[in-house]
């Protein structure tokens, strides 16, 4: 079992699933399973019954994966604020890929689908959130400027060192 934090636009998904074909392991993205469960999608299940919700909801996933057979596994940027989730992490390995904030927004500043993008706060959320990421890391790897594979790479070699 490998975990993927960072903020959106770090690389998550890509990466995580360069990580799974590298290892011979299944990939998993916890938004589209919590979709699934929720039958909806995430900016929906956000508008329907708020964030408190979403992040519960979100935990129950989390924690029914980490529980489940061994994955390559991205969360979604806020998933580790929440306390019992980050409970869970400390026994798993877990791979912080670091973007930097103005990085993050040019990669994913114009997707309408992400709730986050809205909040008048986000600068604050992402400088809130790079504390949380870098006290559950394992491993932080940096991502700016690098290919996907590249960073992949650099995470195999981390681990397995």
């Given at each position: 079992?490998?975990?993927?934090?960072?903020?959106?636009?770090?690389?998550?998904?890509?990466?995580?699933?360069?990580?799974?074909?590298?290892?011979?392991?299944?990939?998993?993205?916890?938004?589209p399973?919590?979709?699934?469960?929720?039958?909806?999608?995430i900016?929906?299940?956000?508008?329907d019954?708020?964030?408190?919700?979403?992040?519960?909801?979100?935990h129950?996933?989390?924690?029914?994966?980490?529980?489940?057979?061994?994955?390559?596994?991205a969360?979604?940027?806020?998933?580790?604020?929440?306390?019992?989730?980050?409970?869970?992490?400390?026994?798993?390995?877990?791979?912080f890929?670091?973007?930097?904030?103005?990085?993050?927004?040019?990669?994913?500043?114009g997707?309408r689908?992400?709730?986050?993008?809205?909040?008048?706060?986000?600068?604050?959320?992402?400088?809130?959130?790079?504390?949380?990421?870098?006290?559950?890391?394992?491993?932080?790897?940096?991502?700016?400027?690098?290919?996907?594979?590249?960073?992949?790479?650099?995470?195999?070699?981390?681990?397995?060192?």
């Amino acid at each position: 079992m490998i975990v993927l934090v960072g903020f959106m636009g770090a690389g998550k998904t890509t990466v995580g699933r360069l990580l799974a074909a590298k290892l011979g392991l299944p990939f998993t993205d916890s938004d589209p399973v919590i979709e699934d469960r929720a039958g909806k999608p995430i900016p929906r299940i956000f508008a329907d019954d708020g964030e408190p919700a979403f992040r519960a909801l979100e935990h129950e996933v989390i924690a029914r994966l980490l529980a489940g057979p061994d994955t390559v596994l991205a969360l979604g940027g806020g998933a580790a604020e929440h306390p019992a989730t980050r409970a869970l992490l400390a026994s798993v390995p877990v791979v912080f890929l670091r973007v930097g904030y103005a990085e993050a927004m040019s990669r994913v500043g114009g997707d309408r689908g992400r709730p986050m993008l809205a909040r008048p706060d986000v600068t604050e959320v992402y400088d809130r959130r790079q504390a949380t990421y870098a006290q559950l890391a394992t491993l932080t790897v940096d991502t700016d400027g690098r290919a996907p594979d590249d960073i992949a790479l650099s995470v195999l070699r981390d681990l397995c060192a």
